[in-house]
């Protein structure tokens, strides 16, 4: 018997995607065409003391390093690209630079916390769109993920990278928005380019929406509740103040670009075990998050 994938399975289950965004806020994309393997950072044919010089930066320095390729791109190139992206909320920014040798991407800036992680590099205004296809590491990507990167690359040939694995595979077609770092799952080919031109016009998608990666998910969540509240669908609309709480119970507040200050308590609980990707050997189960209660802080009108 075939086994259900798992974006199969979380759709049936009508799985909430708010709140599920990777908590990722800097990047760096490194240009790799070609196959990634299972695991792109250990398998992916770049040479050995690479991969590993840069695994270990990546953890220590809590950078997201992804593999990018163009959509039925060349299999090689001579002068790859790298970005560098900084998904702050309130500044985001990104730069551009190509490399002469891949083993120049260990001399970036960026690896210096004391210097300018842009350092070197061309700042870019241009937002760029990721679509996971890395379907060695989980089928679903490639299966709903190509389809998607087609049709993007199609509409934003320029901007458009297939990437390596993003995180939450069961919400495939994943869509990552750059520089804000928005997440959007679940999105089909024909709802891509869509999705992308609100992102260039400053709008968001909440029917798509798994969260912005620089919030806690449990804030992404409460993000999403009051914008789907108060029809607020500006990238800028939503500012978060301040939040507080536990592995139970969260409350994020948020000022809106009109001068209105609103709080939101989210409860934390979790669902039924589950295999969450399609390659699981273990049943987990995942958090949810459930609206309690929305409140007005402030007097003045909205």
């Not at 210096?112 to 089928?139: I, K, M, N, Q």
């Amino acid at each position: 018997m075939t086994a259900v994938r798992c974006s199969v399975r979380s759709a049936l289950l009508d799985e909430p995607m708010a709140g599920t965004a990777s908590q990722i806020h800097r990047y760096l994309l490194l240009e790799v065409p070609g196959p990634w393997g299972v695991d792109a950072l250990r398998d992916a044919r770049l040479p050995m003391e690479l991969k590993r010089e840069l695994r270990r930066r990546s953890y220590s320095s809590r950078l997201r390093v992804l593999l990018i390729r163009r959509f039925r791109g060349l299999r090689s190139v001579e002068r790859p690209r790298v970005l560098i992206v900084d998904a702050n909320p309130t500044r985001p920014t990104m730069s551009a630079g190509t490399l002469t040798n891949l083993h120049n991407v260990l001399g970036l800036a960026v690896w210096d916390p004391t210097a300018d992680p842009h350092s070197g590099l061309e700042r870019r205004d241009e937002p760029l769109f990721l679509v996971c296809t890395h379907g060695r590491h989980d089928p679903c990507c490639a299966e709903r993920g190509r389809p998607l990167a087609l049709a993007l690359s199609a509409e934003y040939p320029e901007q458009t990278w297939e990437c390596s694995h993003l995180g939450g595979d069961r919400f495939a077609g994943n869509l990552l928005c750059l520089p804000h770092g928005i997440s959007y799952g679940r999105v089909a080919p024909e709802d891509g380019a869509a999705i992308a031109t609100d992102y260039l016009h400053g709008r968001l998608d909440l029917a798509h929406l798994r969260g912005r990666g620089s919030y806690p998910f449990a804030v992404q969540a409460a993000d999403w509740h009051l914008r789907t509240r108060l029809g607020l669908t500006g990238v800028n609309d939503l500012a978060l103040t301040s939040f507080t709480g536990d592995r139970s119970n969260v409350v994020a507040s948020f000022a809106t670009a009109a001068g209105a200050s609103w709080s939101v308590q989210i409860r934390i609980a979790h669902a039924a075990p589950q295999r969450l990707t399609c390659h699981a050997t273990r049943m987990l189960a995942a958090p949810r998050f459930h609206l309690l209660q929305i409140d007005r802080l402030d007097t003045r009108p909205s």
